[in-house]
């Protein structure tokens, strides 16, 4: 790590732990021992996340024929991984939620992001067949790969505020502009905070290297759509004329992933026609 956001890091209280719920469940679903009955026991714990699972459950997205009415039903159709992206996704957002402070960065606009992220990486993995990446897996780390961000935006404040200002004067892309101006970048915070959450390999390597996807061996594949799909999110929201540029697309990332540029646009025609169904995923974040 480097040495001054180690420094720095070592000075914050109250930094942020993964819930026991989450975090026993990413044990769970690697057990081969365990069952339905296990993994709802475990969520239906927590009542307000039930009731946000079984609203998402239960959504176009999912496209499940019958109504979904309880944890057990919703573990048994969907799957032990759909529910773990679920409890993860969901317990990360309330760890971090809204900002009220009248900062310029829109932590709201910011979880949308996350959210067109993470569907654009789980159509990038069916799109390449799934040989590089789990589509699921894929959603998950889309969610989760600027993780890095909301943690500078809570904790280390300044710097992510100088860092911003400088990507939009300058305009360049805030990832370069973190290393210009700090000498470190968010996903050096996501390596860091992954560590303490104990996340899987197959999520946490390249939520990490996300901007580096060649670097991500052996999960150039999975690294390489979430970096496609953070390049291709740029495309589908409402540019902010004060928010530097996009990062740019490398398009070596592309064979380990699986795919080539023609496949780029059938992406995009395709993320247009699923985008309504995230809204309850929209809603759930402000």
Same mark, same amino acid.
């Given at each position: 790590m480097n040495p001054q956001l180690r420094d720095k890091i070592e000075r914050i209280s109250n930094l942020p732990t993964l819930p026991q719920v989450?975090?026993?469940?990413?044990?769970?679903?690697?057990?081969?021992?365990?069952?339905?009955?296990?993994?709802?026991?475990?969520?239906?714990?927590?009542?307000?996340?039930? =009731?946000?699972?079984?609203?998402? %459950?239960?959504?176009?997205?999912?496209?499940?024929?019958?109504?979904?009415?309880?944890?057990?039903?919703?573990?048994?159709?969907?799957?032990?991984?759909?529910?773990?992206?679920?409890?993860?996704?969901?317990?990360?957002?309330?760890?971090?939620?809204?900002?009220?402070?009248?900062?310029?960065?829109?932590?709201?606009?910011?979880?949308?992001?996350?959210?067109?992220?993470?569907?654009? %990486?789980?159509?990038?993995?069916?799109?390449?067949?799934?040989?590089?990446?789990?589509?699921?897996? =894929?959603?998950? %780390?889309g969610l989760l790969h600027d993780i890095g961000k909301v943690v500078m935006e809570q904790y280390l404040h300044e710097d992510f505020t100088a860092a911003l200002e400088y990507a939009r004067q300058q305009q360049k892309a805030y990832c370069t502009a973190e290393v210009e101006t700090l000498g470190y970048s968010h996903t050096d915070v996501a390596a860091w905070l992954i560590s303490r959450w104990d996340l899987p390999d197959t999520l946490s390597v390249p939520i990490t290297h996300h901007h580096a996807p060649l670097d991500a061996d052996p999960f150039e594949g999975m690294a390489g759509i979430c970096h496609c799909a953070d390049f291709l999110c740029y495309g589908t929201e409402i540019a902010d004329p004060d928010a530097g540029v996009p990062p740019p697309l490398s398009e070596a990332s592309l064979a380990p992933a699986r795919l080539s540029p023609d496949d780029l646009e059938p992406v995009r025609e395709r993320f247009a026609q699923e985008l309504e169904k995230m809204s309850p995923f929209f809603e759930l974040v402000g």
């Open positions: 989450a975090s026993r469940l990413l044990e769970m679903v690697n057990d081969t021992e365990t069952n339905a009955a296990d993994v709802a026991s475990l969520v239906s714990q927590d009542v307000s996340l039930s =009731a946000k699972i079984l609203r998402l %459950a239960n959504s176009a997205f999912y496209g499940t024929p019958r109504s979904i009415s309880t944890i057990q039903t919703a573990v048994v159709r969907l799957g032990f991984k759909v529910i773990n992206t679920l409890v993860l996704s969901l317990t990360v957002f309330d760890m971090f939620p809204v900002s009220r402070r009248a900062v310029r960065f829109d932590r709201k606009a910011f979880w949308h992001h996350c959210v067109r992220c993470g569907l654009l %990486a789980k159509i990038l993995a069916q799109r390449g067949g799934g040989r590089a990446a789990e589509p699921e897996e =894929a959603f998950c %780390a």
